[in-house]
T-cell receptor
Framework: GENVEQHPSTLSVQEGDSAVIKCTYS??????FPWYKQELGKRPQLIID?????GEKKDQRIAVTLNKTAKHFSLHITETQPEDSAVYFC??????????FGTGTRLQVFP | NAGVTQTPKFQVLKTGQSMTLQCAQD?????MYWYRQDPGMGLRLIYY???????DKGEVPNGYNVSRLNKREFSLRLESAAPSQTSVYFC?????????FGQGTRLTVV
């Protein structure tokens, strides 16, 4: 079955710097790659996703890139702000199959 | 439109007790999930249901049973709770691949 690895497990940046979180997946048939943000004590919420027919997607300060050949995808957050502090999860799935999550990255943005 | 609703929010059980976590979604989604979240361990899939009447084991199914009662409801049962089952449990449903989560159940087994 699918296996998703996520790095780093913790990431500390200064406000205004960029943050990058990387994930790799094992199943070459996976075609959907979402990213979730979980604030302390709350439920995970979708922030951006990408499908395998697209190499990059942007939404304001966040972007996701996908390299199908290498089977890895990354989340990029630019101009980080303290409110970006949270745990971020990547995930992977194929059509009509279950969503498998990475182990999460705790991002801390220091003012 | 409430999205995904799970109950209860908090629960304390004694070792050996049983309980059922309830989950319902009003988004007409086919797929529903139960995950557990332990510190530093991310979201681990317990059971998955692709449609009404079907269930599949996930990564950590031991000690749990599930029931997909209808398209809306997907319950998780602990028959004999153990301290190792202390965790936060999330129900989720997917529509067009996008997952929506319930608010979580914080379960403590003493």
């Amino acid at each position: 079955g699918e296996n998703v690895e996520q790095h780093p497990s913790t990431l500390s940046v200064q406000e205004g710097d960029s943050a990058v979180i990387k994930c790799t997946y094992s199943d070459s048939a996976s075609n959907y790659f979402p990213w979730y943000k979980q604030e302390l004590g709350k439920r995970p919420q979708l922030i951006i996703d990408i499908r395998s027919n697209v190499g990059e997607k942007k939404d304001q300060r966040i972007a996701v890139t996908l390299n199908k050949t290498a089977k890895h995808f990354s989340l990029h957050i630019t101009e980080t702000q303290p409110e970006d502090s949270a745990v971020y999860f990547c995930a992977a799935s194929k059509t009509s199959d279950k969503l498998i999550f990475g182990t999460g990255t705790r991002l801390q943005v220091f003012p | 439109n409430a999205g995904v609703t799970q109950t209860p929010k908090f629960q304390v059980l004694k070792t050996g007790q049983s309980m059922t976590l309830q989950c319902a979604q009003d988004m007409n989604h086919n797929s529903m999930y139960w995950y557990r979240q332990d510190p530093g361990m991310g979201l681990r899939l317990i059971y998955y249901s692709a449609s009404e009447g079907t269930t599949d084991k996930g990564e950590v199914p031991n000690g749990y049973n599930v029931s997909r009662l209808n398209k809306r409801e997907f319950s998780l049962r602990l028959e004999s709770a153990a301290p190792s089952q202390t965790s936060v449990y999330f129900c989720a449903s997917t529509g067009g691949s996008k997952a929506f989560f319930g608010q979580g159940t914080r379960l403590t087994v003493v």
